[in-house]
């Protein structure tokens, strides 16, 4: 298995309060991304890193901001969370340019509820 | 809209059933297909791909898939599932050259032993 570890595994936290989700490879990637799943939905791209500080939108990046200072680690933060990101966060890598024209390896998820 | 259907979202079957879960996406230009497997509390992982050359593609667990172009469809196959085979199948499609997938809502298989 690839080596991504996501943290936390669950969390429940308060409308309005900023949330830092953390993926962590030990891969030597240089492509991360972030997704939410949500029923009825698949998978939908949030941001996406092609190196380190080098970060771009993805389809539902709105309320949702990433960092990457080293090539190991790619952080989510949601500003100030709000109901409608309740949902479940993966973490993927590839070695080459975009999931679409590669394999992309994922992690275990992130359980976040905002209540 | 650039998307991916796949057709049923739960799925029940018995041991030894055969297996046919369709996606069909929306795209007349070169595509690159994909299926992925989430296994109950495990991560996502690649069950096959097809980029290009023969349409019938083999995976993993033994599962394969047919790239029919004219219908716009890859369907997963398998001819015998097992118990084992429980998890949720995703189908996805990279369309377009920024070489980002979009991914079908997910169909839940469950195998009954």
């Known amino acids: 298995d690839a080596g991504i570890t996501q943290s936390p595994r669950h969390k429940v936290t308060e409308t309005g309060t900023p949330v830092t989700l953390r993926c962590h490879q030990t891969e030597n990637h240089r492509y991360m991304y972030w997704y939410r799943q949500d029923p009825g939905h698949g998978l939908r791209l949030i941001h996406y890193?092609?190196?380190?500080?080098?970060?771009d939108k993805g389809e539902v990046s709105d309320g949702y901001s990433v960092s990457r200072s080293k090539t190991e680690d790619f952080l989510l933060t949601l500003e100030s969370a709000t109901s409608s990101q309740t949902s479940v966060y993966f973490c993927?890598?590839?070695?080459?340019?975009?999931?679409?024209?590669?394999?992309?390896?994922f992690g275990q998820g992130t359980r976040l509820t905002v209540v | 809209a650039q998307s991916v259907s796949q057709h049923n979202h739960h799925v029940i079957l018995s041991e030894a059933a055969s297996l046919e879960l369709g996606c069909n996406y929306s795209?007349?230009?070169?595509?690159?297909l994909f299926w992925y497997v989430q296994y109950p509390g495990q991560h996502l992982q690649l069950l096959l791909k097809?980029?290009?050359?023969d349409p019938l593609v083999k995976g993993i667990k033994g599962f394969e898939a047919e790239f029919i172009k004219s219908k716009f469809s890859f369907n997963l196959r398998k001819p015998s599932v097992q118990w084992s085979d429980t998890a949720e199948y995703f189908c996805a499609a990279c369309m377009d050259s920024n070489y980002q997938l979009i991914w079908g809502a997910g169909t839940k298989l469950i195998i009954k032993p």
């Open positions: 097809y980029f290009s050359g």
């Open positions: 993927a890598i590839s070695e080459s340019s975009g999931t679409g024209n590669t394999e992309a390896f």
């Open positions: 890193s092609y190196g380190v500080k080098d970060t």
């Open positions: 795209y007349g230009g070169t595509v690159n």
